[in-house]
């Protein structure tokens, strides 16, 4: 029938022509640079905030220290014990300043009038080791919490080494002084005085059962026998020291007494008596401050070495690192070796012979250079560099430029 409809015929699908890829436009060809081997990375330089985008996120700083408490920590953790130590040692100074100062100034500059030989002169030294190690412990906390750094090791050592040998020679001589003083008047006599005063061939001073002082003459008076077998007793008077008023030789001999009169010497001695037992605790004070302030020093020169010690070694693994670090400067700046920002300095390698131990090179400022690759010894490996000639035109369609990188396409150019 005309009326009958004939379907059209199926239109076969029609493949296109595979296009070639567009090259793109023709640039300039870059300067070769013969100190370092040119390559297809040097035609696609990343510029300057492309590379920073690049870069992996760097490890957030640690915190600083906010307060002072933690500034001190960071600095010597064990600051603490070591500043309650040296303020133990200020106190304990100035305690002994107070107690040897005292007995300083209370003893008369001529020991003939004292407890004792030489009490004057065996104390002062007290005051100097004492004084000393209140301005150097001072000193020590002072320098610590304004600089925020502890004195130089070396100095503590020095310092602390000088301090308590040096109070172990001031604290003999002062208990020779104390010694002096529970001696004088301990066997109810004065004879063991070094004043010729107190006792002489005339009499003596003795203790009184009222816990005073009296001067007591030798017998006066002795028996004579005649020839005939009869006794006599026959009386001698003596004159003590301090009686100016006496014309005798004896008087003569001890006119640089020290008193106007017997009574103001005897006054003299009861006064010193009474004054012992304070005095000797006050000194007792001042010689037990020394031998603490010795301990004290000698455990702060102890910790002093350990810290030296631990300087020392630090110091040198400090000095160690410079000298790595001016070596691998030296390799930066000659273009060997050189990481990339936020990585190693060496890439991790494999076992020896299977892959190459390669290092990598920090880019210049809109540059990329290629990964120099170092051999092991006795391995050989031939590297060549094609260079293309410059042409002002562009490059055929479909033609690779070569490439150095592992895993990396070929590019077109």
Known sequence: MSDQ???????????AP????????????????????????????????????????????????TNLNDKLNSVDRYWKFKGAIQAVAIIIGFIGIGTIGWCVSTTPFNDDLTYGYDEYWTLWPSLVTFSVSVLWCAACILFFVVKKRGIHPG????????????????????????FEIRQWGEYGDLSGSSY???????????????????????????????????????STSYTRPCDHNSSSSSSSYYSSSYFSSCAEQDAYINKLWQ?????????LTGVVCQWFLMVLHFVLFVWACVDCHRYNRSKTSKDA??????????????????????QAHLRPMAPWGNQQMGYYQLPQQGQAYPMTTMYPQGQQQQQQYQYQPQMSGAAA?????PSNEKGEQPRYV
């Open 196 to 234: 010729y005063g107190y006792s002489s061939s005339n009499g003596g001073y003795e203790l009184q059962p009222n816990n005073t002082w009296v001067w007591e003459f030798p017998s006066s008076s002795s028996n004579s026998y005649g020839d005939d077998g009869t006794t006599s007793s026959i």
């Open 397 to 401: 369609p479909g033609t690779t430029g």
């Open 5 to 15: 409809i004939t379907p059209a015929p199926r239109a076969h699908p029609t493949h």
């Open 275 to 283: 004054e012992k037992p304070h005095r000797e605790s006050v000194e």
């Open 155 to 178: 100095l503590r050592v020095a310092l602390e080494l000088l301090l308590w040998l040096s109070f172990i020679v001031t604290a003999l001589f002062a208990m020779v002084s104390l």
């Open 18 to 65: 595979p296009t070639q890829p567009t090259p793109p436009a023709a640039t300039a060809a870059p300067q070769a640079n013969f100190s370092r081997p040119t390559t297809a990375n040097a035609a696609t330089a990343p510029t300057a905030g492309a590379a920073s985008a690049q870069l992996p996120s760097a490890t957030p700083p640690a915190e600083e220290p």
């Open 321 to 342: 690192e410079k000298i790595a670090a001016n070596i691998v400067q030296s390799m930066i700046t000659n273009g060997a070796i050189v990481p990339p920002p936020g």
